[in-house]
């Protein structure tokens, strides 16, 4: 499938009077790769009004031509540092308005940078390109299928594996194992494997602990399918459902569903944030949802949009967001449920669909 790089470039510059600057010096890492196809890292990329020019090393002389034809490179000698073959790079290019990217510049770049530019107004420039990533187009939605099936075709080759006796790292290890044998390049984040009064904490890392060892168990995990991720969240139960449990399952259930339907253009990410919100506090849970209710996903596992409370952000056609509700109790567990969110024309499209309904997550382990 081709990606449009020269589209995405070509917006790019489109911002460029907005910011007011001549070029734009991309030093982030992903936003090079979401500007030129280059996947490789050390790099940077200069992309002024009439073209562009990688600056790279002789290590991806060769991947930089298979991955992004038709972009200058300026490889620099063994010997000569980034800071110094960007700046002869830009002394060439009769730029006076450089922007730089201010979220991922350090500061002693940036002055060392200016002392050897002393032509150049540097401008410090916020989430240009971030911006335009939001929005993605239509190779990256395939992208963002195709890693959510690997992540889905995983999950349910583990739930036919899974036994009590497994420790949350074994299990952990299985699932990463299985997404990449249906294709996925690696996990996109260390998979989350939580068993009971664990899946309360936010970030937990397997253990040693058997999944048997309690009633349920929390998994949040995703697919990096080579370029884009996934990231999904179940909680599979390995006992006879409790109560306790199932009163606190579906209202999570509930809240996700809503916050759903709420996804369309033109919706605003705080408003579908608070769908979410209102249903757990209703409940009597307010206190114990305590995160954002999703963020955006594509290049990286967390990126804009985030659905939080404050984001003013309006939903449009091409974000895939995650909606991510959870309740958690501390010294009992969390309950959180993880779909993948695309906004269409005219309303939306969920992209993860494994089963979710009480009834399909027990599992006879
Ligand atoms: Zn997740
Ligand atoms: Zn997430």
Redesign the pocket.
Known sequence: MAMNFASRRDRLRIAFRKAGIDALLVTDYTNVTYLTGFTGDDSYLVVRGDGETIVSDPRYTTQLGEECPGVDLEIRPPGRGIMQATARLLRRGGIHRLGIEADSMTVGFRDRLATRLPKVTLTPVSGAVEKLRQVKDREEVALIRQAARQAEKGFEALRHTLRREMSEKQAADELEHQMRLFGAKEAA?PT?MAVGPRAALPHASPTEQPIGGDDFVLI???ANGGLYRS???RVLVTAKISPKFERVYRVVLQAQLRAIAAVRPGAIAHEVDSVARKVIAKAGFGRRFRHGLGHGLGLQ?HEGPRLAVNNPTVLRPGMVV?V?PGIYLPGWGGVRI?DDVLVTRNGCEVLTNLPKRLEDIVVAA
């Open positions: 984040f989350i949040d995990w995703g990231d999904l969240t596992v995650t991510e993880e």
